[in-house]
């Protein structure tokens, strides 16, 4: 019995390894952000789409609409790897021209939304992933955690995203190529 539960731990310690480092390998855009107990992979997270052209064309415009429509300074530009945006920004109530709490679900305090008035500490990509006969997977994934501005005495919640950041986002770069997003 003893030797039953020493195969099966060496077992399942060498599976978790495995699966551990193959989603590792797998994972372009890894965050970790307040309110959240672990790393946070924007690849599991995005909300994707279908574009009919290569990924060299959806690419530098899914920088430019982060960039020049939603005003968003880009801290990750890969293209070989396909992600684009800014992995760890700090925010407090807007987002270009929105309300935060447009795009995220912070809970709410005696003032309001907490995305309105918490600081908040953000992750947007947008993903581009080839596909053949010249067509490109597109993704977008938000996530976001908030801090109380008035100090620390309150621990760091977690955010959810209300859809309408990665929906905006998916609609621009559709709309260049075509294609209409729900």
Not at 9 to 36: E, K, N
Not at 66 to 84: F, N
């Amino acid at each position: 019995m003893q030797m039953l539960k020493l195969q099966y731990g060496t077992l399942l310690a060498a599976t978790l390894f495995c699966a551990g480092t193959l989603s590792a390998q797998a994972a372009r855009a890894r965050v970790r952000l307040p309110g959240f107990n672990q790393i946070i992979v924007l690849d599991t997270l995005a909300v994707r789409m279908e574009i009919p052209a290569p990924p060299e064309e959806v690419f530098p415009v899914a920088a430019a609409a982060l960039e020049h429509e939603l005003k968003m300074e880009l801290t990750t530009r890969d293209s070989t790897l396909g992600v684009v945006g800014n992995l760890y920004m700090i925010k407090l109530r807007r987002l270009g021209k929105s309300a935060l709490s447009r795009y995220l679900s912070c809970g709410n305090g005696m003032t309001g939304p907490n995305a309105d008035n918490y600081r908040i500490y953000m992750s947007v990509a947008a993903l581009v992933d080839p596909l053949p006969d010249k067509r490109t997977k597109f993704g977008v994934a938000v996530a976001a955690g908030a801090q109380d501005i008035q100090g620390n005495a309150k621990l760091p919640i977690a955010c959810g995203t209300t859809g309408a950041l990665e929906t905006e986002i998916r609609r621009i770069v559709g709309a260049r190529f075509g294609v209409a997003v729900r």
